[in-house]
């Protein structure tokens, strides 16, 4: 067994091991392609790709440093996800600390902004109109994730993380754009011109 802080070594990517439609989990399990945990955690791959593309489209230095923490996160609640779930263990996990730390990053980028007086639409800048992407990937993370717990119990502080990752990608954007100085596009109830 790899110890908990060692990094992954690949000599081959391909393995042919998932032809037939089965892939293992973490600990070595083998199970269908189509087993929700394999679902959640590859939900969680989609929303780290989202955020590598925010990062190459030029986001604020301090929206920056939050989501490259994020990405590095985000591979620890897919690992934690990865493997079964029977209590808490020295395998990679998902702590609360983790989700202390984003609901700190929320209250920190949050505290600046003016306070919502209308839902906003998800746009703006460049930036912002990607982390907004982000954030509904991270939505569908969460509700995967769920749907893994439902049918195996998963931790449940990734359960939490995932709710938090969305709130803070949502306050994210809303920095990147009075960061741009771009205006926040308001939604406007009924308009239709």
């Not at 779930?85 to 209250?107: I, N, Y």
């Not at 931790?155 to 939490?160: E, M, R, T, W």
Request: net charge negative; charged share 25%.
């Amino acid at each position: 067994m790899r110890e908990r802080n060692e990094p992954v070594r690949l000599t081959r990517i391909y393995t042919r091991g998932g032809d037939s439609g089965e892939t293992s989990l973490g600990d070595g399990s083998r199970v269908s392609k189509l087993d929700a945990r394999i679902a959640a955690y590859g939900a969680v791959d989609e929303l780290n790709a989202a955020l590598g593309v925010a990062l190459a489209a030029g986001i604020p230095e301090p929206v920056r440093a939050a989501l490259e923490r994020l990405q590095n996160e985000l591979f620890d609640v897919g690992a934690d996800l990865s493997v079964p779930w029977t209590g808490p263990d020295e395998r990679l996990r998902t702590t609360q600390a983790m989700v202390e730390g984003l609901e700190q990053m929320c209250d920190r980028f949050n505290e600046p902004l003016p306070d919502l007086r209308s839902f906003i639409l998800p746009g703006g800048s460049a930036a912002a109109a990607q982390l907004h992407v982000a954030r509904t990937i991270a939505r569908r993370a969460e509700l995967r994730a769920l749907e893994a717990d439902a049918a195996h119990t998963v931790n449940s502080l990734a359960l939490v993380y995932l709710n938090r990752v969305s709130d803070l990608l949502f306050i994210l954007a809303r920095a990147a754009n009075a960061a741009s100085g771009d205006g926040e596009p308001l939604w406007e109830p009924g308009r239709s011109d």
